[in-house]
């Protein structure tokens, strides 16, 4: 009889809230704006050299890309598509070693192949993002290869330390520091008898933010696709964890890409390695500045389960 009861007691007291709710007369009920598309779109991360191989070469390519994903996006209710980097590079990091920022590497194919896709995409309502890698370049990339030269304005695009001493004749770099992958930061470079800095890889040296000329070269990268492609949204890989310079920069990004806001607003999809205070300075920067936040994942571990799983409500019985 209990139970009779409190099913019944139930829709009769929603009833009352809202029939208290619709008869009261001074509630301002605040107009909804309208959001913008990246702020209820599903976003597809794609990794082009597994998705699908169109020449049988074991690599997946562009073409692949063009015959089995805008379909294949528009069933799963996609709004937009994240390539990881396709330019050029001699892939010492599958394409994380950039060393032609104008152009895509031949492995997956060419600017009319990626035009054929986008047009395809963008006829079923699906944005393009693209995977920008400008924390460092490839030590193949022309930028570095004139800074290796000294050749001004190159000689300062990337950072350069002289050795703090010689143990005999091997150079001693300027600190202890190490990359993501435990080893020096440092690789010493003979024909500047300096070092370069690297937080990957030494076939990846650091871009130098710090130079003007090196903040303008990359400025006028994003122009150059953002003339090609005005719709073109990109994610952005930096990495100097916890520094405000790295802030400005991004800043800097932002303008030149506000420029291009026709004919629907630029998003800038950051992914920044950085502490969680650091983290959050991103989401306070305006609109269209979307942090990818790592530490939704890093920072769970299995006691997060185990507690959730804990407070479940069980069924009855």
């Given at each position: 009889?209990?139970?009779?009861?409190?099913?019944?007691?139930?829709?009769?007291?929603?009833?009352?809230?809202?029939?208290?709710?619709?008869?009261?007369?001074?509630?301002?009920?605040p107009i909804q704006e309208p959001l913008e598309w990246w702020q209820t779109?599903?976003?597809?991360?794609?990794?082009?050299?597994?998705?699908?191989?169109?020449?049988?070469?074991?690599?997946?390519?562009?073409?692949?890309?063009?015959?089995?994903?805008?379909?294949?996006?528009?069933?799963?209710?996609?709004?937009?598509?994240?390539?990881?980097?396709?330019?050029?590079?001699?892939?010492?990091?599958?394409?994380?070693?950039?060393?032609?920022?104008?152009?895509?590497?031949?492995?997956?194919?060419?600017?009319?192949?990626?035009?054929?896709?986008?047009?395809?995409?963008?006829?079923?309502?699906?944005?393009?993002?693209?995977?920008?890698?400008?924390?460092?370049?490839?030590?193949?990339?022309?930028?570095?290869?004139?800074?290796?030269?000294?050749?001004?304005?190159?000689?300062?695009?990337?950072?350069?330390?002289?050795?703090?001493?010689?143990?005999?004749?091997?150079?001693?770099?300027?600190?202890?520091?190490?990359?993501?992958?435990?080893?020096?930061?440092?690789?010493?470079?003979?024909?500047?008898?300096?070092?370069?800095?690297?937080?990957?890889?030494?076939?990846?040296?650091?871009?130098?933010?710090?130079?003007?000329?090196?903040?303008?070269?990359?400025?006028?990268?994003?122009?150059?696709?953002?003339?090609?492609?005005?719709?073109?949204?990109?994610?952005?890989?930096?990495?100097?964890?916890?520094?405000?310079?790295?802030?400005?920069?991004?800043?800097?990004?932002?303008?030149?890409?506000?420029?291009?806001?026709?004919?629907?607003?630029?998003?800038?999809?950051?992914?920044?390695?950085?502490?969680?205070?650091?983290?959050?300075?991103?989401?306070?920067?305006?609109?269209?500045?979307?942090?990818?936040?790592?530490?939704?994942?890093?920072?769970?571990?299995?006691?997060?389960?185990?507690?959730?799983?804990?407070?479940?409500?069980?069924?009855?019985?």
């Amino acid at each position: 009889m209990d139970t009779k009861l409190s099913v019944l007691f139930v829709p009769v007291l929603l009833g009352c809230i809202h029939l208290s709710v619709g008869f009261k007369e001074d509630v301002d009920v605040p107009i909804q704006e309208p959001l913008e598309w990246w702020q209820t779109s599903v976003f597809y991360h794609l990794y082009p050299r597994s998705f699908k191989d169109s020449n049988g070469d074991g690599v997946g390519d562009l073409k692949g890309m063009i015959e089995k994903l805008p379909e294949h996006l528009h069933d799963l209710g996609v709004g937009a598509v994240w390539i990881s980097p396709i330019f050029k590079s001699p892939m010492a990091d599958f394409g994380y070693d950039i060393s032609d920022y104008l152009s895509f590497e031949p492995l997956f194919g060419d600017l009319k192949d990626f035009e054929t896709l986008k047009e395809r995409l963008h006829a079923l309502g699906i944005k393009i993002l693209l995977d920008f890698v400008p924390n460092h370049t490839s030590n193949q990339h022309e930028w570095f290869k004139k800074s290796l030269a000294n050749i001004p304005p190159y000689s300062d695009y990337y950072i350069w330390k002289d050795p703090i001493g010689y143990n005999g004749t091997k150079p001693i770099p300027p600190n202890n520091w190490e990359t993501e992958f435990k080893e020096t930061v440092w690789t010493f470079a003979p024909e500047r008898n300096q070092f370069y800095f690297h937080h990957f890889l030494r076939e990846q040296p650091d871009l130098n933010y710090n130079n003007p000329h090196t903040r303008e070269a990359m400025k006028n990268v994003l122009r150059f696709w953002l003339d090609k492609c005005p719709s073109l949204m990109l994610l952005f890989q930096t990495y100097g964890r916890d520094r405000p310079e790295s802030l400005e920069v991004i800043k800097e990004w932002r303008g030149v890409m506000d420029q291009y806001n026709k004919p629907e607003p630029k998003v800038i999809l950051l992914e920044a390695y950085a502490s969680l205070t650091y983290t959050m300075t991103y989401y306070d920067q305006g609109e269209n500045l979307m942090p990818v936040n790592f530490f939704l994942v890093t920072n769970l571990n299995t006691n997060h389960s185990q507690r959730c799983l804990t407070y479940i409500p069980m069924s009855p019985g």
